[in-house]
């Protein structure tokens, strides 16, 4: 053979791979097939963005965790929002939407599935199941839920909302990110599609996009795995290793979040600035006793209410801290706050606070930095105009 193809057909890993820790990184979009036959033979993997070896082992794991029959695996967490909602709707369809939910979620229901004929209609997170079996009409098809609500931390009873929404045929979502796969089983309580943002604590290192759809209804699983081939979603081999690696490490990892985030969260407690502290795993918060049935633990992440004071003095705190980032993710090693309150605004909903709403992501660091770094900066916020 000429030089030309020599250099295409030679140095091919025709042997058998050596066994390593990890499965090896399969990059390649084309798949060869032993035969003619065997091309449109949809039992078989035929093309790669239906996901090689990297992949594939990460579904098996994620399917593991969630206590799942099928993962499906998206680009982004709201990819993977976004992708199981086209999934299961389609136009004449209603949608039940949790007020509290993650602000992309509601952007994509107001902007998109609108124009595609499905309508959303946003609920108060403290219904019951009953209220909220009350709002359904023929036509709502799928439940969205978050326990705990983005930036508000409200509990639903998930339990109680899937056993009232499959008993009326009605799907439920519930995003999962908080509580990682790990601290809740949504499946195991009835829940229908299990979402998560694999960006947060899978990944664990702020270094990496991926979403999750996980469930155990066959008839869901098909309609996901349509429209991931209809819509032309995929991940990289390389992605897919990172979220696999993060993987290994995520029950020892959350452990730490949760410890270091309530002593945080209890420290700010007892803060004169402070109105009051949003995290379900406090004694005193409203969602306590969801949490403590359903819940067997707790990630870094909580909203802290200051006392009425400006949105100056508010943005000088934020703006005095030395090891928190500002930063709108959350799930890495590292600690980070955001101010909440213009996100509060799109609320159907009004939210009834003291003051200004922060959120926290307490990290890995050091617990007694991580006060420290709070203190000083709540110094800067007490030489700020207080009104």
């Known amino acids: 053979?000429?030089?030309?193809?020599?250099?295409?057909?030679?140095?091919?890993?025709?042997?058998?791979?050596?066994?390593?820790?990890?499965?090896?990184?399969?990059?390649?979009?084309?798949?060869?097939?032993?035969d003619a036959a065997s091309l449109y033979d949809d039992d078989q993997l035929t093309y790669g963005i239906t996901g090689l070896?990297?992949?594939?082992a990460l579904q098996a794991a994620l399917a593991d965790l969630e206590g799942a029959e099928d993962v499906t695996?998206?680009?982004?967490?709201?990819?993977?929002?976004?992708?199981?909602?086209l999934a299961v709707l389609k136009a004449g369809d209603e949608v039940l939407v949790v007020d509290s939910a993650y602000k992309p979620t509601r952007r994509f229901c107001d902007r998109l599935l609108s124009r595609f004929g499905v309508t959303t209609t946003y609920y108060d997170p403290a219904l019951d199941a009953d209220a909220l079996m009350a709002l359904a009409t023929p036509r709502t098809r799928l439940i969205v839920l978050e326990?705990?609500?983005?930036?508000?931390?409200?509990?639903?009873?998930?339990p109680a909302i899937a056993q009232a929404a499959n008993a009326r045929g009605i799907m439920t979502l519930i995003d999962n990110t908080w509580a990682a796969g790990f601290y809740f089983k949504p499946l195991a309580h009835g829940v229908t599609l299990s979402v998560q943002a694999l960006t947060k604590y899978v990944g664990g290192h702020s270094d990496c996009f991926m979403g999750s759809v996980a469930t155990s209804d066959k008839a869901v699983a098909a309609l996901l795995g349509e429209a991931m081939w209809d819509i032309g979603w995929s991940v990289s081999p390389d992605d897919a290793y990172t979220m696999l690696r993060g993987l290994r490490t995520l029950a020892t990892r959350l452990p730490r979040h949760h410890e270091?985030?309530?002593?945080?969260?209890?420290w700010l407690q007892a803060r004169p600035e402070v109105a009051r502290v949003l995290h379900p795993a406090l004694p005193d918060d409203p969602g306590h006793a969801i949490w403590k049935r359903d819940f067997t633990g707790a990630?870094?992440?909580?909203g802290v209410v200051l006392k009425p004071c400006s949105q100056t003095a508010a943005k000088a705190f934020l703006d005095s801290l030395k090891l928190f980032g500002l930063g709108f993710s959350w799930g890495g090693y590292e600690s980070l706050a955001l101010h909440c309150d213009p996100q509060l605004t799109f609320r159907s909903i009004p939210v009834n606070l003291e003051g200004p709403l922060l959120r926290f992501h307490v990290g890995l660091e050091s617990v007694e930095d991580i006060k420290a770094d709070l203190d000083q900066a709540f110094t800067t916020f007490r030489g700020a105009s207080p009104l």
């Open 147 to 158: 326990a705990p609500g983005s930036l508000t931390f409200e509990m639903q009873d998930i």
């Open 260 to 266: 270091n985030g309530l002593e945080v969260a209890r």
């Open 53 to 56: 070896a990297t992949p594939s």
């Open 1 to 34: 053979m000429d030089e030309e193809t020599r250099l295409i057909r030679t140095g091919l890993a025709n042997h058998t791979l050596a066994k390593t820790v990890n499965p090896p990184i399969q990059r390649g979009s084309t798949v060869l097939l032993r």
């Open 73 to 85: 695996l998206y680009p982004s967490g709201l990819a993977a929002i976004t992708g199981a909602l």
């Open 299 to 302: 990630c870094g992440l909580f």
